[in-house]
């Protein structure tokens, strides 16, 4: 039952980081530029957690480990934005959310490494067949390819990867709140220093645009929060395989709001990733020895 009520988190999880992307077409199409809304969102993201962790009076004092980690992982939660965002100016949206989503692999090779995870045949096989399902419910375009974008998005995938490892890491230690709380105000610093160097630094020009900017953090946070939450049970790897399905919530929200429709390709698609998890899934294929979570390595 724990670890079926830490898969539902999981999966309210990928739902809020889903409708993230619906709130910032808000903010965008009030005028709000996109270092504006990079910098609300983790803005909105400390500003949140600093309150939590203010009415639950917790101690904001944590050790130089895991405070070494939530550096990391600010670092790479701020890689990971800008990556994505630039490549998406150089390729097909399709194309940069297939690549972004290598980095499930990237984290199982690295269980694989640390023994916390059988990276065997199967499960490559079907972390193979969770990608070219996602490349056809995507409808991936191949056309627009530009090596400074593949590179980009690359950046990103590997970004998420290193943020996910280093706040699992910290926050079996000191909480997810405490820990995405201290990683979102280093992302924060950093966003704002390349936004005022970028720019420019518009603001939204409509309520609804606020909404969007507020509403974006918000879910970008609790979806965090309670992935990280819902982590320790079932372990680092499974919970980062089961949020490949982010975007495929993503298209069926967009078919809900925006009355879009997929082609049987895409349907196919859809089914090839849900089959994929469902087999990553099967109790025979669980890790050898790992039966509830991630152990992770001893504290340095």
Known sequence: MVQAGAIATVLVSSFLVSIGPNFSKLAYQSGASMPLVIAGRFLVTVLLLGGLLLWQRRSMLA??????LCLLGGIANAFTSFGVLTAITRLDLSLVILIFYLHPVFIAWLGHVRG???LNRFRLF???????GLALALSVSFERL???????????????A??????????????????????AVVALVLVCAVAIAVGPL?????????????????????????FFAAMPPIGMVRATMITVVEPVITILLAMALFGERLSPLQWFGVTIVVAGLLLLEAPSRRPIGVSTGHRGPQPR
């Open 146 to 160: 530009d090596a400074a974008g593949v590179a980009l998005a690359v950046i990103g995938a590997v970004g998420a």
């Open 63 to 68: 050790s130089p480990r895991v405070m070494r």
């Open 162 to 183: 290193v943020l996910i490892v280093a706040n699992g890491d910290a926050a079996r230690e000191a909480g997810a709140v405490l820990v995405n709380f201290y990683s």
């Open 116 to 118: 916390t995870y059988d």
């Open 202 to 226: 518009d603001l939204p020009g409509t309520g609804a645009g606020w909404f969007g900017l507020f509403g974006t953090g918000a879910a970008m946070c609790l979806g965090l929060a309670l």
């Open 126 to 132: 079907c972390c193979a067949l969770i990608l070219v």
